[in-house]
């Protein structure tokens, strides 16, 4: 996957220099839409306060994705390239698996989230708070998977 979009070139604009900012504006981008995510979902739990309105372990994929975000924050680029000039604890390797986990569980809240959404809410086709609980860890796992490319 690294060098799937090498040869593609966007239509350059001359009043705005992203090669240097692009990991800031990355950046950015994913804390506003994790701050965002959280928000929705704290607005969603005090919302329907009972466990007979919306079932509180469901905030379980948010925790694991909050643990996965910083997870894949803590790891930069050049420590998976190996460009670094200290090898830590595992060097290059021990970052990329770290990373991988990091992933993994990002991964896996996402795809339990979906099954929260579609078992839990659509399925029976009964008016619950759905997307608070979807809507931020995709957006948050399709943040993080584009700052890595």
Do not use: K
């Amino acid at each position: 996957m690294a060098g799937f979009l090498d040869n593609f070139r966007w239509p350059e604009c001359e009043c705005i220099d992203w090669g240097e900012r692009r990991n800031a504006v990355a950046s950015i981008v994913a804390g506003v839409l994790f701050f965002t995510g959280w928000w929705i979902m704290i607005d969603a739990a005090v919302a329907y306060p009972t466990q007979e309105q919306m079932n509180h372990a469901f905030h379980t994929c948010g925790v694991f994705s909050t643990i996965a975000f910083f997870m894949i924050n803590a790891v930069s680029n050049g420590q998976v390239r190996g460009d670094t000039y200290g090898e830590g604890c595992m060097g290059r390797t021990g970052a990329r698996l770290w990373l991988f986990i990091g992933f993994m569980m990002m991964f896996g809240s996402l795809i339990a989230s979906i099954w929260i959404l579609f078992g839990g809410y659509v399925v029976p086709s009964e008016c619950h708070p759905d997307h608070p609980l979807f809507l931020p860890l995709c957006w948050a796992y399709t943040v993080r998977f584009l700052v890595h490319l």
